[in-house]
């Protein structure tokens, strides 16, 4: 199955940490980019980091220098290390593969 299942998500306080992880033993997903996406109450879905096939990362500017994205050696996981967490990374964090999506994990940040 290509589908990507993420795990990991929780309850939180400011300035804590989470590690999300995202898997799949598809053979897409060894291949093409993976991306991580988050959608807060009431506002639409937006890009959070990706990783490419060959280790290369990006970051929206609102996580950059407190979140950190990785792959297993394997290829069939990817993880979203997520540190100094605020109340605005409060969302559902959705994992995406081509056209494949996850059924997302809840992260809520909240003292």
């Known amino acids: 199955q290509e589908q990507p299942v993420e795990s990991g998500g929780g309850l939180v306080q400011p300035g804590g940490s989470l590690r999300l992880s995202c898997e799949s033993s598809?053979?897409?997903?060894?291949?093409?980019?993976v991306s991580w996406y988050r959608q807060a109450p009431g506002k639409e879905r937006d890009f959070v980091a990706s990783?490419?096939?060959?280790?290369?990362?990006n970051y929206s500017d609102s996580v950059k220098g407190r979140f950190t994205i990785s792959r297993n050696n394997a290829k069939t996981t990817v993880y979203l290390q997520m540190n100094s967490l605020k109340p605005e990374d409060t969302g559902v964090y959705y994992c995406?593969?081509?056209?494949?999506w996850g059924q997302g994990t809840q992260v809520t940040v909240s003292s």
């Open positions: 598809g053979r897409i997903f060894r291949v093409l980019p």
């Open positions: 995406k593969n081509a056209q494949f």
């Open positions: 990783i490419s096939n060959g280790g290369i990362p």
